[in-house]
């Protein structure tokens, strides 16, 4: 397939989508979770994900680097300037020259305006400011770019979902597409939507990112796992985000 044709198929995939919505029977996570899971998630007093906003928060307006700038001396009060970001990622950076995540993004303005060094990946520093930032969304529907760029992004990250891998030889689609709402392991299968990212899980006992969920899929199935920030991951959320449109952000998550 060209990366036209490519890119044609997801446009046609989320048109259809869209001419769906009034029969839309998709589902999120949390709605295959426990009831105390589900009342964790919604009530921000016992969502013990808050802990990691609030240090976010903090993160937002503390000058850091050679600038001694913050993300507030750019971007004022992240209620209003951070309102629906995090729903139109992962994006197509003309600057990066490639489709980039939110935690991508974050890294590129504290080296950038504020000359400080990268957070890295999966800290705690990074997840918390992600993690503030997405909360900002929360409610708002999922809107990923329509650009070329991130269109043949997804398109490759479509073609992954419904790939076989591993030595198990499953794909992400045989679970999360044909088999949702069964169980696994005694733990139920969702439909796979990634619109609640970053997520506390309690077998982690703590945040962690979408890159980390394919992550744990792809050794579960005894794959070959990707570094984080590979290809191959940024493509599979790029999809997910298509995948999730229209579909409400939930940020923070809990799950099991």
């Known amino acids: 397939m060209t990366s ?35 009342a964790m998630q919604r ?16 993160l937002w307006r503390t000058p850091a680097g050679a600038s001694s700038k913050s993300c507030a001396s750019c971007h004022n009060d ?5 309102k629906g970001v995090a729903t139109r990622f992962p994006r197509f950076s003309k600057g990066a020259g490639k489709v980039i995540t939110l935690g991508e993004q974050i890294n590129i303005c504290r080296t950038g305006a504020m000359k400080a060094q990268p957070f890295k990946v999966e800290s705690e520093d990074l997840l918390s400011l992600e993690t503030y930032i997405a909360m900002q969304s929360r409610g708002q529907p999922m809107n990923p770019p329509n650009d070329k760029e991130t269109a043949a992004s997804a398109a490759r990250g479509q073609k992954l979902f ?41 077998e982690w006992q703590g945040m962690g990112s979408l890159q980390r969920r394919l992550r744990n899929c792809m050794s579960g199935v005894r ?19 298509l995948r999730a449109k229209g579909m409400p952000l939930e940020t923070p998550g809990v799950r099991p």
């Open 78 to 82: 992240a209620k209003h300037s951070m």
């Open 4 to 38: 036209a044709h490519a890119i044609a198929a997801v446009i046609g995939t989320a048109l259809a989508a869209s001419a769906a919505a009034q029969t839309d029977t998709r589902k999120s996570g949390v709605d295959y979770m426990s009831p105390a899971t589900q």
């Open 43 to 58: 009530d921000d007093t016992q969502n013990p994900a808050m802990l990691w906003v609030a240090g976010g928060e903090a």
């Open 223 to 241: 794959a070959e796992v990707p570094q984080y920030g590979a290809q191959d991951l940024i493509d599979l959320e790029a999809w997910l985000a």
């Open 162 to 202: 419904t790939t076989r891998m591993g030595q198990i030889n499953l794909s992400c689609a045989q679970c999360h597409d044909a088999n949702a709402g069964k169980r696994l392991a005694g733990a139920p299968i969702p439909q796979g939507h990634a619109n609640a990212y970053p997520i506390y899980r309690l």
